[in-house]
């Protein structure tokens, strides 16, 4: 299964990237915004998905320990919330500067 899904992810790679390496000259790869492009699309893809394993463990983590100790599930709550919120602003800075990378003229 594992091999299957390198194997996979790997040719995604090589064709998204052909595209590239056979552009025209007058074309928009050839101009350096496709790779921008590309790269902005793979910086935010990826702080996402950090992003959301992030928060699925730390969810994970907060819901067994209220399990094991319901007394203390407003701290446990309170401490979750401030997590999240520190998780979600890593995926918004992400954000910001892939933004940046992709608007601002070079």
């Known amino acids: 299964m594992r091999k299957t899904l390198l194997t996979a ?3 995604l ?3 998204s990237f052909a595209t ?3 552009a025209a000259e007058g074309d928009a790869f050839s101009t350096g915004f496709g ?3 590309i790269g902005t699309a793979l910086g935010i893809g990826l702080a996402a998905a950090g992003c959301s394993i992030g928060q699925g463990l ?3 983590s907060a819901c067994e320990g209220i399990a094991r100790n319901p007394e203390a599930s407003g701290k446990i709550s309170q401490s ?3 997590g999240l919120a520190f998780i979600e602003s890593l995926c918004i800075y992400a954000l910001l500067i892939d933004l940046i990378l992709l608007f601002v003229k070079m």
């Open 80 to 82: 979750l919330i401030l």
């Open 20 to 22: 590239v390496a056979f």
């Open 35 to 37: 790779l921008i492009a």
């Open 13 to 15: 790679m090589m064709l």
């Open 58 to 60: 730390a969810v994970k």
């Open 9 to 11: 992810l790997n040719t």
